[in-house]
């Protein structure tokens, strides 16, 4: 009996060990066996087949993440390259500005100078320190006054025009009334002084930075664009100084003077250096009295 159902097993068990033998000489079969090209191991190619999908898929996600972090990189360079430029640019904006500044302090101190041999008077060239914010009062101050020989009413002129005169000085500074305020006032004249009959006087407007000029006869000639210059009939500005320009003119009549509005030739709202002019009028000759009505009767 035992040995009957010995037989019985084995024959039972037969199919399944011919099926392990089978798998054992496949798989020895593919350990040694070799592509078409004989390079490589058939169970390599397998291995390979197996592992390429996920191979493929880490390497995607592994490039895909590195150009992610290369491009903040570039993007962190670049923002950091933009703030370089800018700071270059504001630099470089600025030394532009501090060389136009400096050659117009030049251009004007030089222009200065060119007045002084000129006209010939003695000046004191100051620069302007603050300017009377008030609505009402147009003056400015300078850095200079009674130690440097300037003295109340003394003109003060730019190498374009006249500005003010002065109205206040300290030792070290003076306030200057600026020309466009309503109580500054000089004689002018239309024209080339000594050639044009068309004097009277300028005056400050109030408004618009504008000169009003008063009393010109409405039987002279003026025309838009006319210059105007000083006549030295104040007793504040030496003649032939330079006042402006006629840029508003209305005609008079025989009865009636120029209605004539004149731009002023110094640039006042943007001071910068002036210079006192340290002159004083030639003293007026009174005239003579009168003879008595028997002079000359014996």
């Known amino acids: 009996m035992a040995l009957t159902r010995t037989q019985k097993e084995i024959r039972q068990r037969a199919p399944l060990w011919l099926l392990a033998l089978l798998g054992v000489n496949l798989v020895l079969m593919s350990v040694s066996a070799r592509d078409e090209s004989g390079h490589k191991r058939m169970i390599q190619v397998w291995a390979q087949a197996v592992v390429s999908p996920v191979q493929s898929l880490f390497s995607g996600a592994t490039g895909t993440g590195t150009g992610f972090f290369q491009h903040l990189g570039s993007l962190n360079r670049a923002a950091t390259e933009n703030q370089d430029l800018k700071r270059r640019l504001a630099e470089t904006e600025t030394e532009l500005r501090e060389s136009q500044m400096a050659r117009d302090e030049n251009e004007r101190l030089r222009g200065l100078l060119d007045l002084k041999e000129k006209s010939g008077y003695q000046t004191v060239t100051a620069r302007v320190i603050a300017r009377d914010p008030s609505e009402w009062f147009d003056s400015v101050m300078i850095n200079r006054g009674s130690s440097s020989g300037i003295e109340k009413d003394m003109p003060v002129v730019t190498h ?47 408004r618009n930075g ?37 840029v508003e003119f209305k005609q008079g009549s025989a009865t009636s003077p120029h209605e004539i509005k004149v731009k002023p030739s110094a640039r006042l709202n943007s001071l910068g250096e002036v210079a006192v002019l340290l002159y004083r009028p030639p003293p007026r000759t009174p005239p003579s009295a009168a003879a008595p009505p028997n002079a000359g009767k014996q």
């Open 160 to 206: 374009e025009g006249i500005v003010g005169r002065i109205i206040g000085v300290s030792p070290v500074t003076a306030q200057v009334l600026l020309i466009t305020d309503e109580r500054a006032a000089a004689g002018a004249a239309v024209g080339q002084l000594g050639a044009s009959q068309a004097m009277g006087s300028v005056r400050g407007y109030g």
């Open 210 to 246: 504008l000169l009003d000029m008063r009393y010109v006869s409405g039987l002279e000639a003026v025309k838009q664009g006319d210059l105007v210059v000083t006549t030295g009939q104040d007793s504040i500005y030496p003649a032939g100084l330079s006042v402006g320009q006629v």
